[in-house]
């Protein structure tokens, strides 16, 4: 990129992560420029973005938004692709320097290959790239070594607190959870809970999907299957701890007992700044934590029976290397399915532990596998689902 700065490639623009992403170039555009935005339908605010942040070129994955903004921004010098292999291939751009990887759910996983591949720094929002092919992409590291920048607040505490430590044996790496809108609540008192209710986060604003997965705790457990792959970190070695204040965003543990913690105040422009700019720290003016606005940080247990994907996931972690790609993709469709109001909150963990239980002991040996596999189960779920309507 010309000067200092480094060229950016947002995948999943026009998304809470993409946003703020762009909020943070916005602010420093001494030091980032947009190279690429890619976006799933929203073809009109792409259009906006383009506008302003002029990258080289876009990806609409909708033949309608290629359609409506191809020419307009043709006309501004701007390159309009669409379609999957279109995603793969602009990432692979030379003037790319980091790939904020950021698209929701299995579709984040092609990019990213290919940006390894490219050896491009991963800036990675997606967590269903190492939950879903975390120990392909371990094997692909090896070939193409690439850094890998978690933007998640919990993953960017842990991995800054690890910064300067080398090889020093971790004992524990410790997530926190905010525990969600429906903390202590029981099995029975989510019996009724609103779609209304499960999408209002005490803390984070989120989109729709990992709002509910927050509300459920799939989203913890996605976090422990990514940490284990990010860290190299063994099950026995991960631990959750609901934390209401949303402060401490995660800890480690070393073989000492010596305990290392980020904090600050919930703002996901904040990691995400930290993935752009590593290995530097860049000055702000976001709000800054002050204790005496918190006299008292709570810590608690989770409810492993209530909300039983957290408990899913840690099972799925001690199964097949397969497993998790089943949890994921069984879990994308059930969601949805919730989004749209046609099963109950409850259901979501309920229809995820029994496509668990069918596929039990699947495997995924290399990448077509997986695909296959991911595309079994949510054909397999969404069957499921229809006999629960």
Known sequence: MEGNKKGICILGSTGSIGTQTLDVIRANQDKFQVQVLVAGSNYELLYKQAVEFEPIAVVINSEEGYNKIHDPLF????????????????????????????????????????????????????????????????????????????????????????VGEGNNELEKVILTASGGPFRGKTRDELQGVTLKQALKHPNWSMGAKITIDSATMMNKGLELIEA??????????????????????????????????????????LPIQYALAYPNRISN???RFNFMDYPQLNFEQPDLNTFKNLQLAYDAIEASNGMACVLNAANEVTVDAFLKEKIGFLEIGDSNEEIMGQFAGAKANNFDDLFALDQEVRMATSQFIKTKV
């Open 75 to 162: 006309d501004k010098g701007i390159k309009v692709y669409q379609g999957k292999q279109a995603i793969c291939d602009v990432v692979t751009f030379p003037s790319v320097d980091v790939v904020l990887t950021a698209m929701v759910g299995a579709a984040g996983l092609d990019p990213t290959i290919a940006a390894i591949k490219s050896k491009k720094v991963i800036a990675l929002a997606n967590k269903e790239t190492l939950v879903v092919g975390g120990h392909l992409i371990a094997e692909l590291l090896k070939q193409y070594p690439t850094p890998i920048i978690p933007v998640d607040s919990e993953h960017s505490a842990i991995f800054q607190c690890l």
């Open 228 to 269: 284990k792959w990010l860290f190299s970190c063994p099950s026995e070695k991960l631990e959750v701890i609901v934390h209401p204040q949303s402060i401490i965003h995660s800890l480690v543990q070393f073989t000492d007992g010596s305990m290392k913690a980020q904090m600050g105040l919930p703002d996901m422009k």
């Open 285 to 287: 003016d976001f709000p």
